[in-house]
Antibody
Framework: EVQLLESGGALVQPGGSLRLSCAASGFTFSSYAMTWVRQAPGKGLEWVSSFRSSDSTTYYADSVKGRFTIYRDNSKNTLYLQMNSLRVEDTAVYFC??????????????WGQGTLVTVSS | QSVLTQPPSVSGAPGQRVTISCTGS?????????VHWYQQLPGTAPKLLIYSNTNRPSGVPDRFSGSKSGTSVSLAITGLQAEDEADYYC???????????FGGGTKLTVL
């Protein structure tokens, strides 16, 4: 059974940093693209970042480019999102999601339950 | 303003059929990029409902179906049930933005 478990969400001040983790199990982690999607309170879904498995290419939304870094540790079956220079508008529930293939432009067939990041002074 | 446009809300009585539209442009749906639909029940994570315009993952009831016409796609739900009450999102790739894009979401209310 595929499971994705996010952790690391917290209350942080503007300008601060946070690292989110997503522990994966039930599939060959290194073979699939992985993605972070966020949802601000009461709002819709927003793509944040993706990691292509074949060549480790990373992709970012313009809203987080230069501030967030996605990376993975295949030995630990874990996906990470390092978030720096956090802004109030980054406040959201962050979901990690598994791609159905190694390419990053694939349907997201499994999602974690999300972790809440609150950026506030 | 989302790149993919969905109606904010739709409603229907139990047993009825409803459709949710998702309208894009020549750089996403019109460019042939597949559209995926997700269902988000209250307080839960999204769940893949339809992928690549018309395909259902295993376990998704055949009451849910997808179709495409030009730069628009639609999600149809037949035999509406109370448990279908949720938010529905479409998603595609936009080659001009080089980014995944989501629709703004549609809240389905079962009357």
């Amino acid at each position: 059974e595929v499971q994705l478990l996010e952790s690391g969400g917290a209350l942080v001040q503007p300008g601060g940093s946070l690292r989110l983790s997503c522990a994966a199990s039930g599939f060959t982690f290194s073979s699939y693209a992985m993605t972070w999607v966020r949802q601000a309170p009461g709002k819709g879904l927003e793509w944040v970042s993706s990691f292509r498995s074949s060549d480790s290419t990373t992709y970012y939304a313009d809203s987080v480019k230069g501030r967030f870094t996605i990376y993975r540790d295949n030995s630990k079956n874990t996906l990470y999102l390092q978030m720096n220079s956090l802004r109030v508008e980054d406040t959201a529930v962050y979901f990690c999601a598994k791609g159905s293939r190694g390419e990053w432009v694939t349907p997201l067939d499994y999602w974690g339950q999300g972790t809440l990041v609150t950026v506030s002074s | 303003q989302s790149v993919l446009t969905q109606p904010p809300s739709v409603s229907g009585a139990p047993g009825q059929r409803v459709t949710i539209s998702c309208t894009g442009s020549s750089s996403n749906i019109g460019a042939g990029h597949g559209v995926h639909w997700y269902q988000q029940l209250p307080g839960t994570a999204p769940k893949l409902l339809i992928y690549s315009n018309t395909n259902r993952p295993s376990g998704v009831p055949d009451r849910f179906s997808g179709s495409k016409s030009g730069t628009s796609v639609s999600l149809a739900i037949t035999g509406l049930q109370a448990e279908d009450e949720a938010d529905y999102y479409c998603q595609s790739y936009d080659s001009s933005l080089s980014a995944w894009v989501f629709g703004g979401g549609t809240k389905l209310t079962v009357l």
